[in-house]
C-alpha cells in the first residue's frame, strides 16, 4: 500500500524560505521509472503543479516560480523535499506530495500539509 | 506552456444521469491525460490515465475518451457519492499544467 504524508512549518513569514517533507512508504525512489511530485492548492482554488523528482535524481520545475524552487529526495529514508524561498502571500495553501507511477502518472497523494505566509 | 480549459466551472445533474466533463489542450497532447476527483477537504483521486485507461479500484461507471485535443469524462450514471471537482492534468511537456477544474453538484 502506497502512502504519503507531507509535513512543514504551518505558518512562516514573508522573505523566509519554506521547507516541505514528503514522508512516504510502498515504493522507493530508487525504482526505475518512479518519481514524486508537489502541488499546491490556495484555499478555494485550483491545483497547481510545483516540481518532480525521479529516481534518478533529474528534476523539473515550474517556471512560474521562476528560481525559488529546489527539489530533492533522501531514498534511504523515503523522503521527498521542497523548498520555497523568498515566500509571500500568495504563497499559502495547501501543499501535496505525490507519487508518479509507471507511466508518469501521479497515482497516490498525501493528505496535504496547510501552509500559511503571514506577518 | 500548455493550457488545459475546463470551460464548465461547474455543473449540476441528477443521479443516474449520464453526466460529461470536459477538457480542451492548447496543443497535441497525445494521450498523456489524467483525470482526478477532488472531494471537500480530501486530495485529488486519481480516475483515468493516459486518456482512457480507468484508475484501479475506480467504478467502471466512470470513463475517458479523447477527440483531437478534447478529452471527456464520463459518468455514465452519475451517484451520490461523485460529487464533487474534477481536474484534468496534461503531463505530455514540463510545466505539467491542471485544467481549472469542474465542480458536479446533485440536482
Known amino acids: 500500500q502506497v502512502t504519503l504524508k507531507e509535513s512543514g512549518p504551518g505558518i512562516l513569514q514573508p522573505s523566509q524560505t519554506l521547507s516541505l517533507t514528503c514522508t512516504f512508504s510502498g515504493f522507493s525512489l530508487s525504482t526505475y521509472g518512479m518519481g514524486v511530485g508537489w502541488i499546491r492548492q490556495p484555499s478555494g482554488k485550483g491545483l497547481e503543479w510545483l516540481a518532480n523528482?525521479?529516481?534518478?535524481?533529474?528534476?523539473y520545475y515550474n517556471p512560474s516560480l521562476k528560481n525559488r524552487l529546489t527539489i530533492s529526495k533522501d531514498t534511504s529514508n523515503n523522503q521527498a523535499f521542497l523548498k520555497i524561498t523568498n515566500v509571500d502571500t500568495a504563497d499559502t495553501a495547501t501543499y501535496y506530495c505525490a507519487r508518479i507511477g509507471l507511466g508518469d502518472v501521479m497515482d497516490a497523494w498525501g493528505q496535504g500539509a496547510s501552509v500559511t505566509v503571514s506577518s | 506552456d500548455i493550457q488545459m480549459t475546463q470551460s464548465l466551472a461547474s455543473l449540476s445533474a441528477s443521479l443516474e444521469e449520464i453526466v460529461t466533463i470536459t477538457c480542451q489542450a492548447s496543443?497535441?497532447?497525445?494521450?498523456?491525460l489524467a483525470w482526478y476527483q477532488q472531494k471537500p477537504g480530501k486530495s485529488p483521486q486519481l480516475l483515468i490515465h493516459?486518456?482512457?485507461s480507468l484508475a484501479d479500484g475506480i467504478p467502471s461507471r466512470f470513463s475517458g475518451s479523447r477527440s483531437g485535443t478534447q478529452y471527456s469524462l464520463k459518468i455514465s450514471r452519475l451517484q451520490v457519492e461523485d460529487t464533487g471537482i474534477y481536474y484534468c492534468l496534461q503531463r505530455y511537456s514540463n510545466p505539467w499544467t491542471f485544467g481549472g477544474g469542474t465542480k458536479l453538484e446533485l440536482k
Open positions: 496543443q497535441d497532447i497525445g494521450n498523456w
Open positions: 523528482i525521479w529516481w534518478d535524481d533529474d528534476k
Open positions: 493516459s486518456a482512457t
